[in-house]
C-alpha cells in the first residue's frame, strides 16, 4: 500500500481529525500541521506534542527566526538591557517632574502602572516619534544652558532656593518608578547604556528633576545617574560643557540630605578625576566661597561615614590639582574641620582617613596652612599621635599598598608642625609611647627597604614607592634628632638651675630614654643609632651618650658604643678618628 500524500493529510476536515483515526496520523502523535511546519520551540525543548487527544493545543508554524537575525535586536550594545524599556523609564520620570505638585503623586503612580508590562532586559524597538518627542521635552533645559556663566549661576541658584522644604510640598515618587529609576541607575554604570542616556538627552532631563524635584528621593537617584555616566569620559566632557549642570552640582553641596549629598560629592570627585574638563569646575570652585563653606559644614558636622569620606576625597582632589585653591583655602577653619572630621571617622586606617590626612599635608605646603597649624597645634599634634599610635597597634608596622602613602603624610604634617612651634615637641616628651611609635615605624621603613631590593619582591614595587619609604625614614629620623637635641638642652638649663646640693637620684629619667634603655628592642635601637649617623649627625649620638650615663642606663651605653665603633673611618684620618673614638667612648 503506498504511503499517503501530503496533500491528503491537509485536505482533512477538523472533523474527520476528531475522530481520532490513527491512520490519519503518524507514528508519535504529530498533527499534519507538524510534518509540514516544524515542531514548535517548546517542541524543541521538550519533544513533539503528547498524543492525540492531549489538552495542549497544536502548534501551527515554525518558531520566529531570533530579533538579531532581522536586525530588530532591542538591546543596548552587547548588554541584555533594553532600549524600550529605557526610554520609557525617562517618559515616566519626565511625566512626573512636569506634573503640578499636587497631581505628581497621583500620575507617577499612574504612569508607572500603565507602562508596568516592560522590564530592563526585553522589549520592543523605538520608533522615531518616540525618539522627536524625547528630545523636544528637554528643549527647555537646553535654551536655559545657552545662557551666559553668570546666568546659569544665577538661575541655579535661584531654583534650588525656591525648593519648598514642607512635607506637603514634596514631590512623592511611586515605588514602582523608582524601583525603575534605581534600576536604571544600576545600568547607567555600563558605558554602552551612559552613551545611550546621553544620546536619549538623559543629561537634560536628570537636570530638570534636580532644579524642579523637591523629593530629595529623586535628586538623589538623578545626581547618582549623573555620577555613573560621569565615568564614561566623552561623556563627562559633554556634561562640562553645560555650565549649568556646573552651577546646579556645586549648589547641592549645600543640601541638608545626607543621601543626596553623598551622591553629590562622588559625582563632583569623578569629574575632577576627568583632566580634560576640572577646570570648568575648578573655576567654578573658585568663583563663590560658598562652596568651601559647604565642605567645612560636613566635614565639622556630620556623624555619615560614607558623606564624610566622599566630602574628603573631594576636598583632595581639590587641593592636589589646583594650587590656587590650597592657597586661598587653607585656613584655621578649614583645619579645625579636618581634624574634627577625622575624629569622627575614629581614625580607622580607610579612605577617608587617608584623604582627610593628605589634605592636611597639602595644607603644610602652603603658609596660610602652616599658620593655620601654629595657632591650632595641641589640637593637630594631638591626633597626628593619635593616629599613629593606632598605626602601631600591631607589632610590625605594615606600609604595604597605600599605608606608607598615610603614614608619610601624617610624618610629614607632624615634622611641619614641630618645625614650625617648638612648643609641639613638650606633646611627644610626655609620653614615651611617641618615641616607640616613631621607632617602630622607623625600623619598618628599614625593613620594607630591604624587601624592596630583593629579586622576589622587585616586580612588583615601584619606584615612587621606594622614594616615598626613603623620605618617610629621613623625615623620621630629623623628628627623632630634634626630640633628642631638645631634651638634650633641656636637661642641661635643668642641670644649671639645680643647687649642688641635688642628686641624680632625686631626677626622674625622661620617658623617652627610658623607653630606649628599657623597652626598646636591640635590633631597633641599632638601627636607629645608626640611622642616626648617616642621616643627622654624630653630636646627636653624643647627646644620647651624655644623657644616659647622667641617668647611668648601661644598656644604651653598650648600643652606642657598638654604633660608634662601627662607623667607618679613613686610613688618613685613623689616628684622629682612633682619638675621637677613644674620647668619645
Not at 75 to 80: E, K, M, R
Not at 334 to 344: C, D, G, R, S, Y
Not at 390 to 403: F, G, S, T
Not at 563 to 575: A, E, L, Q
Amino acid at each position: 500500500m503506498s504511503e499517503p500524500k501530503v496533500e491528503k493529510f491537509l485536505t482533512k476536515s477538523s472533523a474527520d481529525t476528531s475522530e481520532g483515526s490513527s491512520a490519519s496520523l503518524p507514528l508519535g502523535g504529530c498533527s499534519p500541521a507538524m510534518i509540514v511546519g516544524g515542531c514548535s520551540p517548546a517542541m524543541i525543548a521538550g519533544g513533539c506534542s503528547p498524543a492525540f487527544g492531549s489538552e495542549s493545543p497544536a502548534p501551527v508554524r515554525n518558531p520566529s527566526p531570533p530579533r538579531e537575525i532581522l536586525g530588530l535586536s532591542d538591546n543596548i550594545g552587547g548588554t541584555a538591557f533594553s532600549k524600550h524599556w529605557l526610554f520609557r523609564t525617562l517618559m515616566n520620570l519626565l511625566k512626573v517632574i512636569e506634573q503640578p505638585v499636587d497631581n505628581a503623586a497621583t500620575t507617577s503612580e499612574s504612569v508607572s502602572n500603565t507602562d508596568a508590562k516592560g522590564d530592563c532586559v526585553k522589549g520592543s524597538s523605538l520608533d522615531e516619534s518616540n525618539s522627536t518627542q524625547l528630545n523636544d521635552s528637554s528643549k527647555s533645559v537646553k535654551e536655559a544652558a545657552k545662557d551666559s556663566p553668570a546666568k546659569d549661576r544665577q538661575l541655579a541658584g535661584a531654583q534650588l532656593d525656591s525648593i519648598p522644604t514642607a512635607d506637603s510640598d514634596i514631590i512623592n515618587i511611586s515605588d514602582t518608578l523608582q524601583d525603575e529609576l534605581c534600576q536604571l541607575w544600576d545600568m547607567s554604570s555600563d558605558e554602552n547604556v551612559a552613551k545611550l542616556l546621553q544620546e536619549f538627552k538623559a543629561v537634560d532631563i536628570l537636570i530638570e528633576v534636580i532644579s524642579k524635584s523637591n523629593a530629595p528621593r529623586a535628586t538623589e537617584i538623578a545626581i547618582g545617574i549623573l555620577g555613573n555616566m560621569a565615568c564614561t569620559a566623552s561623556v563627562c566632557e559633554s556634561m562640562a560643557s553645560s555650565q549649568f549642570l556646573v552651577v546646579l552640582s556645586l549648589s547641592l553641596l549645600g543640601k541638608t540630605d545626607a543621601p543626596t549629598l553623598v551622591e553629590a560629592t562622588r559625582f563632583l570627585t569623578t569629574v575632577l578625576s576627568n583632566e580634560k574638563c576640572r577646570d570648568v569646575w575648578l573655576k567654578e570652585y573658585a568663583s563663590d566661597t560658598k562652596y568651601i563653606e559647604d565642605i567645612k559644614f560636613i566635614l565639622r558636622s556630620s556623624v555619615n561615614k560614607d558623606l564624610l569620606t566622599n566630602t574628603a576625597s573631594l576636598l583632595d582632589y581639590i587641593l592636589d590639582v589646583s594650587d590656587e585653591l590650597c592657597r586661598t583655602w587653607s585656613s584655621v577653619t578649614l583645619l579645625t574641620a579636618v581634624v574634627e572630621a577625622l575624629k569622627q571617622l575614629g581614625l580607622v586606617v580607610e579612605e577617608g582617613t587617608f584623604s582627610l590626612l593628605h589634605c592636611l599635608q597639602m595644607m603644610s605646603t602652603q603658609t596660610n596652612g602652616v599658620a593655620a597649624i601654629i595657632d591650632e597645634v595641641e589640637s593637630t599634634v594631638d591626633i597626628l599621635k593619635e593616629f599613629l599610635l593606632k598605626i602601631c597597634e600591631d607589632e610590625i608596622v605594615n606600609l604595604e599598598d597605600r599605608r606608607a602613602g598615610v603614614v608619610a603624610s601624617a610624618v610629614s604634617v607632624l615634622n611641619s608642625a614641630l618645625t614650625s612651634s617648638p612648643a609641639g615637641y613638650s606633646l611627644l616628651f610626655s609620653d614615651k609611647k611617641c618615641i616607640r611609635c616613631l621607632l617602630k615605624i622607623l625600623y619598618a621603613c628599614d625593613k620594607e627597604g630591604l624587601a624592596r631590593h630583593t629579586p622576589a619582591s622587585s616586580p612588583h614595587r615601584s619606584l615612587s614607592s621606594d622614594n616615598l619609604i626613603t623620605t618617610l625614614k629621613e623625615v623620621l629620623f630629623l623628628i627623632v634628632a630634634d626630640i633628642i637635641s631638645i631634651g638634650y638642652k633641656e636637661e642641661t638649663e635643668l642641670s644649671q638651675i639645680d643647687s649642688a646640693e641635688d642628686s641624680i637620684s632625686e631626677r626622674t629619667t625622661p620617658s623617652w630614654l627610658q623607653y630606649m634603655n628599657n623597652d626598646c628592642e636591640k635590633t631597633r635601637l641599632k638601627s636607629l643609632t645608626a640611622g642616626i649617623v648617616k642621616h643627622c649627625s654624630v653630636e646627636i649620638l653624643k647627646f644620647i651618650r651624655t644623657l644616659s650615663e647622667k641617668y647611668e642606663l648601661t644598656r644604651l651605653q653598650l648600643v652606642i658604643k657598638d654604633t660608634y665603633d662601627n662607623i667607618p673611618h679613613t686610613d688618613s684620618n685613623s689616628s684622629s678618628d682612633s682619638d675621637n673614638a677613644n674620647k668619645f667612648c
